[in-house]
């Protein structure tokens, strides 16, 4: 898929959360911009872009989560993720909203979906095309099911990092993201809001969901060439490159778990791996190799990055390859794995063959997750896999007393990974499927929010002398960007502490 260039930041209003930014003046109105079929693809293709801005998934999301816990280690001193592996405050500051260098963060793609789905509607049918087996409302619905997921993506970025989940809050706080669910196409469009409360927010990201999976095609609709596929005169769209119904049953699978909402977690987990070509991890022979195929072989949802979107400084800066090898000349290699996570291997697994430790790398475990598989620090970068389905029903199962489903799920993931199946129950088998959360999605972001939606202590490596957050620390939650505070006219409650 290639990502168009943007047609929302063109608009004449661009809204954040609850501020308004000045644009360029000679942009194109929304009603000629998104006039035609081929515009609001245009649109979608840019809010895909937003996905891999460098605060998002492009590298902070997929470094945070460990950093903030107790995966990584600093190599070099750059500055960057310092703070983090101390917990310091404000440094998910700018996951909110537009700041210099960053992007515009979650709720630029909160926006740009927002802009999709009001136009959808306004087309006129007939000027949609089709194929044989895709029909122009299938277009219709299928893209506006893109952007409800997209929305939904970003909604639950904001939701656990600003926000307690659900049912674990501390001493009563609440609040969850600002929802914005309408384009920004007049001033009073763009008036400040107050937080909605997190169940609220929880319940919007869920229904965007599940309208997704009604509205989107499966990837096997996706993967027919066409005439018989999506339609030859808007693109190629591609799995796993674009979202199907597979990657709205495997997001929702995951909001659920946060949730606390195990039977439901497990049911989408069940519903996307059934909707996926391949089902199976893959197995621990390919393991390594499969860090550098493109796209993962295990993806369901991946964002796609192409040589001509990096330019410049976008590679050594930007990329989870720079920040985590020394592979290319120029790279940052900012973060290893601690001997913390080093140690929750067990011996045999596959997994700790994704650390090269040599006087190159510094003697330090390097991890070979990202290796900039398409050169020039380049990489796709695997948003969802299967393994984590497997972990989802694993976990969701174990922690409604279903051991022997928790053991069928784990086990799967277990025996692709060179290790032996568990007969363990009850808490020894939870313990052992959080581990396999920990050494499985390592660099992928995970390991401090599992801690954090569980109420359990933040560990953090002994080498940082950094004492365990305990679970009402006021740093689980991270600052609202106090220029948002300011411009929201007193509406926009900061968090505790702050």
Known sequence: MKFKKILIACMSISMVACSIETVDQSALDPATALNTVAGVQSAVLSTYRRVWEFNLYGQQINIH???????????????RYEQEVVNGIGVFANRWGAQTGFGEGCYGIVKDANYVLDFLPQLNLATVPSSLTVTSQNVIDHLAGEAKFLRALAFFEIARVYGYEPGREVNGFNLGAVIRTTATLAVSDAAPKARSTNLETYQQIEKDLQEA??????ASALAIPAPSGWPAALGANTFPYRATKAAAAALLAKVYLYWGRYADADAQATAALGLVPTPLPVNAAGYVASFASTPHPESIFEAEIRPTDFSGVDGPNNSMNSVTTNLLGGSQYVVAASPELIAAHEVGDIRRTIYVTTAATLSKPQTRKWPGEKGAFVENIPIMRRSELYLIQAESRARTNNDAGAQTAINVLRTNRGLTATALTGQQ?????????????AFEGHRFFDLKRLGLPITKPAATNTSPLQPNDFRLLQQIPFDQITLSRGLLLQNPGY
């Open 65 to 79: 989560g460990d950093a903030f816990a107790d995966n990584v280690e600093i190599v070099n001193r750059t500055g």
């Open 213 to 218: 999976f009604t509205g989107m095609l499966p």
């Open 429 to 441: 088998l939870i313990d052992l499927i959080m581990n396999e959360r920990r050494v499985e999605l």
